[in-house]
């Protein structure tokens, strides 16, 4: 079911594959295959050639049935009924991950946000051209002030993305990949749906919700689940070879060490201190990585 973002403009599944049916008589279909145009470009690998190209399908599972499993077994639905309006990593984390959408995402492109939330963490001075949502919890998606429309769905239960092909110049998943229990499934559909050298971005930091995580990213270190994201990149058949984006905190104690007080110790301890969240991101492209030059 497609959940309506309030006060937006409506999105309909239907949209996709009939767009006659978009009900904004004054703008133009909310999916094209518009490419996004630079002032040149060349690539690094060639694209798709025909419809017959292996391109997209999925050359192995990277995941173990035992390594899908979580130790809450109740939908996730239920588990995100209510919204969390909180940020699940820190300001050091957030200020790197919107950082690296500054360097990647290129203005006035129609991106997915994918298992998204309240909070989108782009650049507040960058323009999008369309910027779609998906996510659990409508309430949170709703608030989200960066999403022109979003929709509700568990890729736990359908893996299937109602999106057209080549849609999308970028896709994000931000610190929630660990959740995926068919990984290898949504990074084929990410594939599909995005554009030739469209950019799928993930991010994560060792933050999460421990009864929720699948087996194989709970029982992994921050190497083994950097490795993890990297599989599931080549699992599917067109992908570039992946980039892996790394930040670690400060080994004398990032945050905490500006908090001098017994609490501000403790609390760095524990990871809760600014500056404390370590990040990373892998990333890779849809066929090829564009090389954007200015004239």
Not at 95 to 115: A, C, G, H, Q, V
Not at 175 to 191: C, D, I, R
Not at 209 to 220: H, L, N, P, Q, V
Not at 275 to 281: K, N, T
Request: proline content about 6%; overall charge positive.
């Amino acid at each position: 079911m497609v959940t309506i973002h309030p006060n937006l403009k409506p999105w309909h599944q239907s949209m996709t594959s009939n767009p006659q049916h978009y009900s904004h008589t004054t703008a133009s279909p909310l999916f094209t295959t518009k490419p996004l145009i630079p002032s040149r470009i060349s690539c690094t690998a060639s694209s798709e050639s025909n419809q017959s190209s292996p391109a997209g399908r999925i050359k192995r599972l990277v995941l173990p049935q035992e390594g899908r499993t979580k130790l809450n077994t109740y939908p996730d639905r239920d588990f995100y009924a209510y919204p969390r309006f909180v940020t699940h990593v820190d300001d050091g984390f957030i200020s790197t991950l919107t950082n690296l959408y500054r360097e990647k995402l290129r203005p006035d492109s129609e991106i997915l946000d994918l298992m998204s939330s309240w909070v989108s963490h782009l650049p507040k001075e960058v323009q999008f051209k369309k910027v779609l949502g998906h996510g659990l919890n409508a309430q949170d998606l709703a608030k989200n002030p960066r999403l022109d429309y979003f929709f509700v769905k568990d890729l736990n239960q359908d893996q299937k993305l109602e999106l057209e092909s080549s849609s999308f110049d970028a896709v994000l998943c931000t610190v929630s990949v660990q959740y995926l229990q068919q990984p290898e499934k949504v990074f084929a559909e990410v594939f599909r749906v995005l554009r030739p050298g469209g950019v799928f971005i993930v991010s994560f930091s060792n933050r999460l919700f421990y009864e929720k995580e699948i087996g194989a990213w709970r029982d992994g270190s921050a190497y083994s689940r950097i490795q993890l994201v990297v599989q599931y990149f080549q699992s599917v058949e067109g992908f570039t070879k992946a980039e892996i984006v790394k930040k670690l905190p400060d080994a004398n104690g990032g945050g905490a060490a500006k908090n001098k007080s017994p609490f501000g110790w403790f609390m760095g301890l524990l990871g809760l201190m600014s500056g404390s969240d370590p990040f990373y991101a892998v990333l890779a492209y849809k066929n090829f990585k564009p090389v954007y030059e200015t004239e």
